[in-house]
């Protein structure tokens, strides 16, 4: 139980271009899901925070117009790249928060995005 | 605020060894804390979790880890590494902050197991 499904596994796309990732809780309500990048050889980086038909609460130096989060339901989360570059190219993790007795997170498999 | 600390980038043992990998945390709440592992192209996969129950938490395929209030440390042990257990290893801290539940990734330590 409490699977993650996360899509598209890889994307390459075009300089300028958006691309649009999705998350989703396959068998649980997920009210607060957290994005994350992560470079090469390196750790997860915190990203945003979304709750259900709230706003996305991101971190320090993340570019809320260039990384848009939607949470309009508890059973989908989505990370927009708008206006893609070169640099953006990364591996982007979600996350689900698991609450009651089997409080934790759960993964999503990632998506490898490649600019070009 | 909270942060994470893994002292150690990269760890090396041998086949049959113990493993230790250490992490330490920082937290303004009573923090909950987690493992995971993930392998070269694979996501993440959690190994054990402390949230304020027992201080020794056992987790998947032979790890243990001990939440020691007083070290603010939460360090990863195997008594006996298998070659399988070669991958990236995060500890991660979880904590209420101001409005949000926040988590956060420490560094990451390598493990490789020399056979």
């Known amino acids: 139980g409490a699977v993650v499904s996360q899509h598209p596994s890889r994307v390459i796309c075009k300089s300028g271009t958006s691309v649009k990732i999705e998350c989703r809780s396959l068998d649980f309500q997920a009210t607060t899901m957290f994005w994350y990048r992560q470079f090469p050889k390196q750790s997860l980086m915190l990203m945003a925070t979304?709750?259900?038909?709230?706003?996305?609460?991101?971190e320090q130096g993340v570019e809320k117009d260039k990384f848009l989060i939607n949470h309009a339901s508890l059973t989908l989360s989505t990370l927009t790249v708008t206006s893609a570059h070169p640099e953006d190219s990364s591996f982007y993790i979600c996350?689900?928060?698991?609450?009651?007795?089997?409080?934790?997170?759960?993964f999503g498999s990632g998506t490898r995005l490649t600019v070009v | 605020a909270q942060s994470v600390t893994q002292l150690d980038s990269h760890v090396s043992v041998s086949e049959g060894t113990p493993v230790l990998l250490r992490c330490n945390y920082s937290?303004?709440?009573?923090?909950?804390l987690f493992w995971y592992v993930q392998h070269p192209n694979k996501g993440l996969q959690l190994l054990l979790k402390y949230t304020s129950a027992a201080t020794l938490v056992k987790g998947i395929n032979g790890f243990e880890a001990e939440f020691k209030k007083s070290e603010t440390s939460f360090h990863l042990t195997k008594p006996s590494a298998h070659m399988s257990d070669a991958a990236e290893y995060f500890c991660v801290v979880s904590g209420w902050e101001t409005s949000y539940d926040k988590v956060i990734f420490g560094p990451g330590t390598s493990l490789s197991v020399i056979p």
């Open positions: 937290s303004s709440y009573s923090p909950s």
């Open positions: 996350s689900a928060q698991l609450t009651g007795g089997n409080y934790g997170y759960t």
């Open positions: 979304s709750n259900e038909g709230s706003k996305a609460t991101y």
